[in-house]
């Protein structure tokens, strides 16, 4: 885990303990929601509150509390308590009033019908610098650089994604492809069953999913699997579907608000899961790039020297 260099400010940091909230979100039933929607504007003032209080607040039973933090893999209240107060810290001047029926959530931007092209601007930017920084401060390298050396020694990569997880899925057969990596990555769902059904032990099939539900991706990804393929989920929604089929899970930072919001009367999904989920795959194709043989690299001057001549 990176502690010390991120792309933000570190008093702009989101706590670690609300990264794992995030990723979890998709996961909680509608009293959890609730806990992890107060925690994500009020986090600090929790350091004040018995069990007793948080729930009234919260609009739910100490029950629900106590399972919500039991979730967490911590052992009682207490203990969640003490690690959020160690991580969370109210932001200079931050607006503590929530959210109106009026007002778009944005988790980290906070944008509106009155702001300016330029204000929009920056919140959009801000809120994919924060996404990216959040997940690299969450990556396990460890797997990083396992599923690196299961794509070099594989006859086969495959990655599969629908809307717009299929971008990402795209991303990374271009890549690996200049590197003389056979890879396929399919959208289509009766592509991916042809796919899944026809695999070998030597392959990697990689699922892609941004809140890990995707019923093709997880069927297909569990259909290779089945076949003795070595799967990689790549998700940002810990304890989803996807996580419970895949052999290694690579999770990214993930925008709770983008799920729904507690308004339930607008809706708006920026972009931010999938380039955290593209600059993933990168780490990985820079790791398998690293360990490659002089021929590969050949190829990819070779490739790289016969496409500049499509360039006026």
């Known amino acids: 885990m990176i502690t010390g260099e991120t792309l933000i400010p570190p008093s702009q940091l989101t706590p670690l303990i609300l990264l794992q909230i995030k990723n979890q979100y998709s996961e909680f039933n509608p009293a959890m929601k609730q806990i992890a929607d107060y925690l994500f504007t009020l986090g600090d003032k929790v350091s004040y509150m018995g069990i007793s209080q948080l729930a009234e607040e919260c609009n739910v039973s100490v029950a629900s509390i106590t399972r919500f933090v039991r979730l967490l893999k911590f052992n009682s209240f207490k203990e969640f308590q003490f690690e959020l107060v160690k991580s969370v810290q109210p932001a200079e001047g931050a607006d503590r009033s929530g959210p109106t029926d009026s007002a778009i959530i944005f988790e980290y931007g906070g944008t509106s019908p009155q702001d300016s092209a330029e204000e929009v601007g920056k919140k959009v930017f801000q809120s994919n610098i924060q996404m990216l920084s959040d997940t690299m401060r969450t990556i396990d390298y460890k797997k990083i650089e396992t599923v690196a050396e299961l794509i070099i020694q594989a006859r086969n990569v495959v990655f599969l994604g629908i809307g717009r997880s299929y971008l990402t899925a795209e991303n990374g057969r271009i890549r690996f492809n200049r590197l003389g990596i056979n890879t396929f990555s399919y959208s289509d769902t009766q592509e991916q069953i042809v796919a899944a059904t026809t695999c070998t032990d030597r392959d990697v099939f990689f699922g892609i999913s941004n809140f890990g ?31 419970e089929v895949v052999d290694t899970c690579l999770l990214t930072a993930f925008n709770s608000a983008n799920l729904e919001y507690r308004t339930q009367k607008q809706g708006f999904e920026p972009a931010c899961e999938n380039i955290a989920q593209m600059v993933l795959l990168d780490c990985i194709y820079m790791n398998v790039a690293l360990k ?20 006026l």
């Not at 001057?301 to 360039?311: G, H, I, V």
């Open 213 to 243: 539900r995707s019923v093709a991706i997880v069927e297909n990804i569990e259909r290779a699997r089945l076949r003795g393929a070595t799967t990689v989920g790549i998700t940002s929604a810990a304890g989803s579907p996807l996580t």
């Open 292 to 311: 490659l043989d002089k021929s590969h690299f050949d190829m990819f001057y070779d490739t790289s020297k016969a496409l500049s001549k499509e360039r």
